[in-house]
Antibody
Framework: EVQLVESGGGLVQPGGSLRLSCAAS????????MNWVRQAPGKGLEWVSY????????YYADSVKGRFTISRDNAKNSLYLQMNSLRAEDTAIYYC??????????WGQGTLVTVSS | DIVMTQTPLSSPVTLGQPASISCRSS???????????LSWLQQRPGQPPRLLIYKISNRFSGVPDRFSGSGAGTDFTLKISRVEAEDVGIYFCMQATQFPITFGQGTRLEIK
């Protein structure tokens, strides 16, 4: 079964850091592009970042550029999101999603990040 | 950035009746490779998003055939031929033709 499981969320103070992980199973992780998408409480979806299958191509949303870093370890079947200088507006559920030919499936269950003092 | 605008934002529907959601993009979603990367996602209460339709009209594996997508260029539609109770949730259109990837605001489907 294809599965994505996020972890690493929690409560952090403004200006703090957090590292999210996404563990992939049931498919050959190194073949697929990956994305992070977030959803603030009660709000819509916001794309955060993309990484190619090899990790050689990366894109970020302007709202996180310079603060967040996406990476992957194909040997460990894992995707990461290092989040620094966190702000209240970064509070959201963070989903990882597998991409193939610009189609997002599946999505993980998400991990909640709360930025608050 | 490409802005995706959905209408309506809320849609009360009677069970067994059809429903339709519109999505309009601020610019053409036709990619240089000739494909149009417009998808529809369903998010049931308390669940992550789930892919329903990709490249305008292709129903994803396991998606009931009461769901259909259509459109071209900048105007797209998701239709549910006969709404069932399990269809309650929020529906998002999404474009992946150009970075940044963007989503519509979401349409809440509820049962009357």
């Amino acid at each position: 079964e294809v599965q994505l499981v996020e972890s690493g969320g929690g409560l952090v103070q403004p200006g703090g850091s957090l590292r999210l992980s996404c563990a992939a199973s049931g498919f050959t992780f190194s073949f697929y592009e990956m994305n992070w998408v977030r959803q603030a409480p009660g709000k819509g979806l916001e794309w955060v970042s993309y990484i190619s299958s090899s990790g050689g191509t990366i894109y970020y949303a302007d709202s996180v550029k310079g603060r967040f870093t996406i990476s992957r370890d194909n040997a460990k079947n894992s995707l990461y999101l290092q989040m620094n200088s966190l702000r209240a507006e970064d509070t959201a559920i963070y989903y990882c999603a597998r991409e193939h030919s610009k189609v997002f499936d599946p999505w993980g269950q998400g991990t909640l990040v709360t930025v608050s003092s | 950035d490409i802005v995706m605008t959905q209408t309506p934002l809320s849609s009360p529907v009677t069970l067994g009746q059809p429903a339709s959601i519109s999505c309009r993009s601020s610019q053409s979603l036709v990619h240089s490779d000739g494909n149009t990367y417009l998808s529809w996602l369903q998010q049931r209460p308390g669940q992550p998003p789930r892919l329903l339709i990709y490249k305008i009209s292709n129903r994803f594996s396991g998606v009931p055939d009461r769901f259909s997508g259509s459109g071209a260029g900048t105007d797209f539609t998701l239709k549910i031929s006969r709404v069932e109770a399990e269809d309650v949730g929020i529906y998002f259109c999404m474009q992946a033709t150009q970075f940044p990837i963007t989503f519509g605001q979401g349409t809440r489907l509820e049962i009357k």
